[in-house]
Nanobody, 114 residues
Framework: QVRLVESGGGLVQPGGSLTLSCAAS????????MSWYRQAPEKERELVAT????????NYADSVKDRFTISRDNAKNTVYLQMNKLKPEDTAVYYC???????WGQGTQVTVSS
């Protein structure tokens, strides 16, 4: 069965960095684009970043452009989100999903606070 398992969240001070990982299993990872979303309390879930399956082309929300980097390792069936210069407004539960958004992980909490 399809599984997506996020990890790497935690508490970090403003200006700090975190790297999230999403381990995928149960499907052919390399043929799917992958995305990171986030949801802050009382807000809609929003798209953070996307990476294509073969080309590795990436797209980012304006709010994270030049601070976050999405990448993938098809040999490890894993997608990453490197987050730098974190701000309090980045606080949210971060989720990964595949093209079609038919499966989601359980999410990992990121809290940016001093």
């Amino acid at each position: 069965q399809v599984r997506l398992v996020e990890s790497g969240g935690g508490l970090v001070q403003p200006g700090g960095s975190l790297t999230l990982s999403c381990a995928a299993s149960g499907f052919t990872f390399s043929v799917y684009g992958m995305s990171w979303y986030r949801q802050a309390p009382e807000k809609e879930r929003e798209l953070v970043a996307t990476i294509a399956n073969l080309s590795g082309r990436t797209n980012y929300a304006d709010s994270v452009k030049d601070r976050f980097t999405i990448s993938r390792d098809n040999a490890k069936n894993t997608v990453y989100l490197q987050m730098n210069k974190l701000k309090p407004e980045d606080t949210a539960v971060y989720y990964c999903t595949r093209t079609g958004r038919d499966y989601w992980g359980q999410g990992t909490q990121v809290t940016v606070s001093s």
